[in-house]
């Protein structure tokens, strides 16, 4: 009875704030400034209230005149391309703009978010003309420096970008320490009709523990994968390509494997879409050699399977969220009762005004574990899960309500005494 008790009062907490402290959106004055409600992920929002001054910014869609939603995608040469979509509420419903930009690779935060905020500012200057504030607006043009008569610009890398990188972390008390490191690598070109990519990795991770008893023991884990991808672009919807790939994991008993799977995509929406939706279709079949650091379960050390893959994935920005599910499933065409089917989820939902819910699931029914070993795990390997175990599913998930309510204004920065914010636990 407690546990009843305890659950109708968390349900009375929550739904007390929606009916009693729910605000309605002011009417529309329309000598206001603009009223934005800004959904972009990646902007420095403080920046933009501190420089983009003649319009409010509004934290709830419901109150806004103006919803913009900017959504961002690498490009080939390595650094962003911005979709900036004006999305006209209110006063201003049916009014829509779309803004494109891009920035290079080479651009700092600062520089990114000072030309955001260019776009921003152009894109509102639209809509705010029309109110009394476009009185004040003015607009600017800086002609460019005089550029004098050159040969064309020769690519020598022939639109082929380079990244490499490299991390490694160290901590310890009394009786533990541990470290990790890793490198990676990456090669990609990128042109309207191909992609190229090809990328590799490395990461060792190994941790000491000194016992009561005195004794101490060590466990660790090493791993590397690269994989190669080619991509021919078939048209609006579609394309095909192919994927070869080797990877080694001390974890998973893979001494080494390697793969070659050739595949074909298609995507129901057009893939100029797909900064707002998506939902593709992909599937991959071709033949996967494993070699064994010890003896399987199966009695094997090596191995030559035929395999495929099949994968369905929506994903969708829009003013009402984001959403993004996929599922997938893996299997060995010659023992057919060796598969794995995976789902995957997450959301992040307005629900109404001030109330948001956001979810995230994955579930996998795993039917081939072909690398496991033979020999029984240790105590030391279980619990320092330096092995991988037998299983027949996975699962993780996570779910959260989020509500606002109180002002619907969010254009004043106060940065004092944001460090206290901070919180140490020993």
């Excluded at 008893?213 to 919807?237: A, C, F, I, M, Q």
């Excluded at 997938?328 to 794995?340: E, I, P």
């Excluded at 989820?345 to 795993?366: A, E, M, P, Q």
Aim: overall charge positive; charged content about 20%.
């Amino acid at each position: 009875m407690r546990r009843r008790h305890l659950v109708w009062l968390a349900w009375v907490f929550m739904l007390v704030p929606l009916r009693t402290f729910a605000q309605t959106a002011p009417a529309v004055d329309p000598a206001a400034p603009v009223r934005v409600f800004l959904d972009c992920y990646e902007c420095d929002s403080e920046f933009l209230r501190q420089h983009v001054t003649f319009v409010d910014y509004v934290r709830d869609r419901a109150a806004a005149d103006l919803h913009v939603l900017v959504t961002t995608q690498s490009t080939g040469g390595g650094g962003s391309s911005w979709t900036v979509r004006f999305i006209g509420l209110g006063r201003f419903q049916g009014v829509d703009r779309v803004h494109t930009f891009s920035t290079p690779q080479a651009a700092t935060g600062d520089d990114r978010r000072r030309e955001f905020a260019r776009v921003f500012r152009l894109g509102l200057s639209g809509y705010a003309a029309e109110t009394p504030a476009g009185r004040d607006l003015e607009v600017t043009w800086k002609p460019p420096a005089a550029v004098p008569a050159t040969a064309p610009l020769q690519d020598r890398w022939n639109r082929w970008v380079f990244r490499l990188s490299g991390n490694g972390s160290l901590n310890g008390e009394k009786a533990n320490k541990s470290y990790r490191y890793s490198l990676g690598g990456s090669a990609n070109r990128v042109t309207e009709e191909w992609k190229w990519s090809a990328n590799g990795n490395f990461s060792k991770n190994e941790s000491q523990f000194t016992l009561s008893d005195g004794r101490r023991v060590t466990s660790g884990s090493n791993s590397w994968s690269g994989t190669g991808l080619v991509v021919k672009s078939l048209g609006p919807h579609l394309s095909t390509g192919a994927r070869v790939s080797s990877s080694h994991s001390t974890f998973s008993n893979v001494d080494r494997s390697i793969s070659l799977l050739p595949g074909v995509e298609y995507d129901l929406f057009p893939y100029a879409d797909f900064q707002r939706r998506s939902l593709t279709v992909w599937y991959e079949i071709g033949p996967t050699i494993y070699n064994y650091k010890e003896l399987t379960v199966f009695d094997k050390i090596k191995e030559t399977t035929l395999k495929h893959n099949v994968d369905v994935t929506l994903a969708m920005r829009q003013p009402w969220g984001s959403l993004y599910s996929s599922a997938r499933f893996s299997q060995r065409l010659r023992q057919r009762d060796r598969y794995t089917a995976s789902v995957f989820g997450s959301t992040d939902v307005r629900v109404f005004k001030g109330l948001s819910f956001n979810l995230y699931v994955s579930y996998s029914k795993i039917k081939d574990q072909s690398s496991l070993q033979r020999a029984e795990a240790s105590t030391e390997e279980v619990l320092l899960r330096i092995r991988q175990l037998a299983t027949n599913y996975r699962y993780s998930y996570s779910f959260g309500l989020s509500y606002n309510f109180g002002s619907i204004f969010t254009s004043i920065v106060n940065p004092r005494f944001n460090g206290s914010n901070t919180f140490f636990f020993f």
